[in-house]
Each structure stands twice: as structure tokens, then as C-alpha cells.
């Protein structure tokens, strides 16, 4: 199918014509494939969030890696891997998923309730798991959204809800270090509601940074070529609220083609104006997406090009580790 990328470059605007997949979410589920402290939580009536914790939350202090090597850790599938368990090449790991907290309408969370978010897997990934990551040094930052579970925050009614069940899922967790939205595919976004979303998503990560502190990460994995994705991410960016977003380059066969990952970084990064802020979604072992040698050959090209590029993240720990965590060995040593 054809699509158009728009790159926002201040001034001006670059318009390329684009073929192929827009790249997925990873993931569905397991089945399907500043505040003051004491803020009500948006949960149960009269529910007060605990006081935060400085040994957990500060913890975040010191932000991310200058250089990144992610993963994304599917919590519904710890049988095979715990979080715990993430071998440290990775630095980061996002912990995939939170979901709008609403009833579902034929087995999707996409714009359910109030814009509040819950995480239902306390029972797979603790707080002990959680922070025993965080204290060897690796990053763990929670992903909002996902395959069935967007949300348009396009009022700030939406939005203060949501600031306040991430207070309540970052310290039932012990703290985190960052939040990953992704909670726009599977058209959430649209030309009537993408400049409300986008301030309304700027406004989100200003309170997480007020309450955190400015080192709080705010991270984000638009499909490659979707105009509506680039003009939110643009927009995050202008605003200094964005740690770095990357595409999605692992679930469509399209994106093994020599060239085709490097082409699209450049103009990512030109959009962006900044090869800090942007890093490579790849395919960790993962079926149909880019083999490791396609992701070796990508990434040099791209690191010869974007010296300064942050890094790279893939999709995922349990993929990872089901081929002997081959991958996160041979890019580590490339990053």
C-alpha cells in the first residue's frame, strides 16, 4: 500500500512517498498473538496514591544511557523469562503493558474509559523483580498502549486521569524510570484529533516530569511510515518534553530489504533534527522481521551515517532469549 511520510523540518516540510507496511505495536496480548504527593489515584473512590518513595522514584535521576541497547519484555509471557532474568546487554527494558482501564468491546481496550491506564500483571512481574533490574543498572520504563489497547487523551480531563493511574502503577511497581506511549496505532490518531493528542500527550510528560524530575524518560515507537505518528512525535520533539522515539522496523518482511531500515532512519532523524532522539526498532529472533543479519548490516550503515544515534531496541526479551541471546551479544558489541 502507499503512504506518505511528512518531514517536519522547522521551516519547511519534505513529503516522500513511501511503500509498504507502517510497521506493527508489538505485541497484543498473550491471547491475541507538578502533583502533590497524595493525589487521588483515579482508581477506587477517595483512593489516595502512597507517598512516593525517594529511594525508588529518584532512581530515575540520572535518565537513560547516552547509548541504548532496549528490549520489550512481554509480561504475559514469563514462563519461558522473567524480567529479572533480561540479560544486562540490554539497558533498557520496556515493560509491556499497560492498558486503558475500561471494559473491553470485542476483546479490544482501544478508547475505553476515561483515560485512565491499569497494569494487570502483578502476578508475573513484581515490584522486587522490578527494582532488582533497576539496582544492576538497567532502565525500566513502562509502555502505555499497544495492539488493542490505544487511547486518544484529547481533552485534559483524559489526560489528569491518566497522570493519576501512572502514579498508582509506578509505585505498586517501586518505581520506574520512564514511560513509553504507545498508544497510538491502529488509527487512534486521526486528522480531526492529532494536534489535541499531541498537546494533550505534551502535557502528560510535563507532569510525569514534574513529578519525577526532568531525567524522567519519555519514549515512544511510531510505525514507520505514518504521517499522523510523525506529526505527534514532531510535535513531542518541538516541545523538549521527548527523550527519543523509534520506529518499528520488525513485522513486515518488507523491511529485509538492504537499504530499506537505514532510508527511513535518515529521514527520521531529519525530522527530528537530532540523532539523540532517535533510535532503531529491530527484530530480536522475532518471525518475518529483519534476520540478524539484516539488523548487523543495517545498523552499520546507520552508526557510519549517525554517529550520534542513541541506540537500538528490539521486539523482544522472550524472542531474544529463545535464540540464545545471540542478538542482544552481537549488537551490543555494535552499539
Request: with cysteine; net charge neutral; glycine share 12%.
Amino acid at each position: 500500500m502507499k503512504r506518505r511520510l511528512f518531514l517536519h523540518t522547522g521551516s519547511a516540510a519534505a513529503v516522500l512517498a513511501l511503500t509498504g507496511c507502517g510497521g506493527g505495536g508489538g505485541g497484543g496480548t498473550g491471547e491475541s498473538a507538578g502533583l502533590a504527593t497524595g493525589v487521588s489515584t483515579g482508581g477506587a473512590a477517595g483512593s489516595v496514591a502512597p507517598a512516593f518513595a525517594q529511594s525508588s522514584a529518584a532512581a530515575a535521576g540520572a535518565g537513560l544511557p547516552a547509548k541504548v541497547l532496549a528490549c520489550y519484555f512481554t509480561t504475559w509471557d514469563t514462563s519461558r523469562l522473567k524480567i529479572d532474568e533480561v540479560p544486562t546487554d540490554f539497558n533498557v527494558i520496556y515493560l509491556f503493558h499497560a492498558k486503558p482501564n475500561g471494559s473491553p468491546v470485542n476483546g479490544s481496550h482501544n478508547n475505553v474509559g476515561d483515560g485512565s491506564f491499569f497494569f494487570e500483571y502483578h502476578a508475573n512481574v513484581t515490584p522486587g523483580q522490578v527494582q532488582a533490574c533497576r539496582d544492576r543498572g538497567q532502565k525500566v520504563i513502562l509502555t502505555a498502549g499497544g495492539a488493542q489497547a490505544g487511547y486518544a487523551w484529547d481533552n485534559r480531563a483524559k489526560s489528569q486521569n491518566f497522570v493519576n493511574s501512572f502514579r498508582r502503577m509506578h509505585d505498586s511497581l517501586g518505581g520506574l524510570d520512564g514511560l513509553d506511549f504507545n498508544n497510538f496505532e491502529a488509527a487512534i490518531l486521526n486528522d480531526g484529533n492529532v494536534q489535541a493528542v499531541t498537546q494533550e500527550m505534551v502535557w502528560i510528560a510535563q507532569q510525569l516530569k514534574s513529578l519525577y524530575g526532568p531525567a524522567f524518560a519519555i519514549t515512544a515507537p511510531p510505525q514507520p511510515n505514518d504521517p499522523r505518528q510523525q506529526q505527534l512525535m514532531a510535535g513531542l520533539q518541538d516541545a523538549g518534553v521527548l527523550t527519543y522515539c523509534g520506529a518499528q522496523f520488525y513485522d513486515w518482511s518488507g523491511f529485509n530489504a538492504p537499504g530499506y531500515i537505514k532510508q527511513r532512519t535518515d529521514a527520521w532523524i531529519s525530522m527530528l533534527g537530532d540523532e539523540r532522539s532517535f533510535v532503531v526498532g529491530l527484530s530480536g529472533n522475532y518471525p518475518n522481521g529483519p534476520s540478524l543479519q539484516d539488523c548487523i548490516r543495517e545498523w552499520d550503515s546507520i552508526k557510519a551515517a549517525h554517529p550520534d544515534i542513541r541506540g537500538m531496541f528490539c521486539w523482544s526479551a522472550q524472542h531474544v532469549a529463545a535464540g540464545g541471546n545471540a542478538w542482544s551479544s552481537a549488537m551490543k558489541a555494535r552499539l
